[in-house]
């Protein structure tokens, strides 16, 4: 993240206001920190949909597909073992633990690409360090939107918040 703008507002209709506001210009709406849930700013056209699903099941088939080759290779071909006559590669009983790896697998790909797409961990993030931002989980409204890199679209779009009815907007450098 580079720099941002942080507005904050006084109620949830000004911040609606302003995310459009913003949208409508170009600037892209990073967050909305809110003390309850908005679901029309939540829904940001634009933004990338996660990963996280098709990471999981590549991960799960992947792992899957390893743990029943290891089970192949090893009663088919590094030790067959004929007991009573019975085939070697019997599926049916190899799909226990190609079953079970491949739900770990999948919950480790998971949660490895659901911290790859958050950033996390991150201890310190510069909106920390924001004035009031604490204020966000009680009664205050702040939306965050990536700061254009001209100096005078930025000057503009700190203005334009400012005119959608902001108390106060705060360049936060990254």
Known sequence: MSNV?????????????????ARRQGCRVLDALTPFPLEDV????????????IFMFAGGILIAAMALWAEYFTSVIDYPYNAGGRPLNSWPA???VPFATG????????????LFETGLPRLHH????????????QDR??????APEADDERRKAADQLRGAGAIAVREVLS
């Open 42 to 53: 939540a829904g940001m056209p634009g933004d990338q949909p996660s990963k996280v699903r």
């Open 141 to 146: 409204f702040f939306l965050v939107v990536a």
């Open 126 to 137: 510069p909106l920390f360090a924001v004035e009031g931002l604490e204020r966000a989980t």
């Open 94 to 96: 190899f799909m226990l």
């Open 5 to 21: 703008l942080v507005a904050e507002f006084a109620d949830a209709r000004g911040l609606r206001e302003a995310a459009d506001a």
């Open 103 to 114: 739900i770990l697998g999948a919950s480790i790909a998971g949660f490895t690409r659901f």
